[in-house]
């Protein structure tokens, strides 16, 4: 097995990655911005849940494809792409009023799918499959009797570390932005900066490369 050394380094790395910006994170802040607290926390939740997609699919060779095959990678980073486009539209073209989902009535319904589309959010967005698979292997005896273990205990520190990262961050911004929602104006400005980002971040992905 790998060297506390080794594994102490892993997590020092995992955490300066998790708190990179990067699309996920946008998001989240995105949502906890327009929507609250609980959204960003649902939405961290999300991303944690599609992380472990990942990590069995990093555990089962299925990143390796994903890496060496221009064709899934295209295809992959434009299902996730449209996806976000998608979700930004309809924030933009909704006329439902304000996002907010704290206290409201349907709360429990609307937070199941701001869970549901961070978890697609994460699973259709490529990067995070290149991470594992780029970052893991680094850290990974390979002279050792069973490399997988290893694999498996390095993702799951990775999906602990950004867990509460990712939630600390969320309610941060959301009590800096908690007045803000309370308008009525102000919070439907919040649901079209939300939608701009999500087609922003739609198109990022879109033009991204490896």
């Known amino acids: 097995m790998m060297s506390l050394h080794t594994y102490l380094l892993f997590v020092f790395a995992a955490v300066a990655l998790i708190l990179v910006p990067g699309p996920d994170m946008i998001y989240m802040l995105g949502r906890c911005v327009a929507q609250g607290r609980k959204a960003g926390i649902l939405s961290a939740i999300g991303f944690n849940l599609g992380g472990y997609v990942h990590l069995t699919a990093a555990v089962l060779g299925l990143s390796a494809i994903l890496a060496t095959s221009a064709l899934a990678f295209t295809i992959v980073k434009w299902v996730g792409a449209a996806y976000l486009i998608y979700l930004g539209l309809s924030a933009l073209w909704s006329k439902a009023g304000p996002l907010a989902i704290d206290g409201q ?20 967005n490529p990067k995070v499959a290149l991470f594992f698979l780029a970052l893991l292997p680094q850290f990974i005896d390979r002279n050792a009797a069973h490399p997988t273990l290893q694999i498996l205990l390095l993702g799951v520190t990775v999906n602990a570390i950004g867990l509460p990262t990712n939630i600390a961050l969320a309610c941060c911004s959301a009590g800096l932005t908690a007045a803000l929602r309370r308008n009525q104006s102000a919070s439907q400005w919040l649901q ?3 939608g701009g980002l999500f087609v922003a971040l739609g198109l990022r992905i879109a033009i ?3």
Do not use: K, P, Y
Not at 106 to 122: E, K
């Open 208 to 210: 991204e490369r490896i």
């Open 192 to 194: 079209r900066g939300l």
């Open 105 to 124: 009535e349907g709360g429990s319904r609307n937070g199941r799918t701001i869970l549901w589309q961070a978890f697609l959010s994460d699973v259709l």
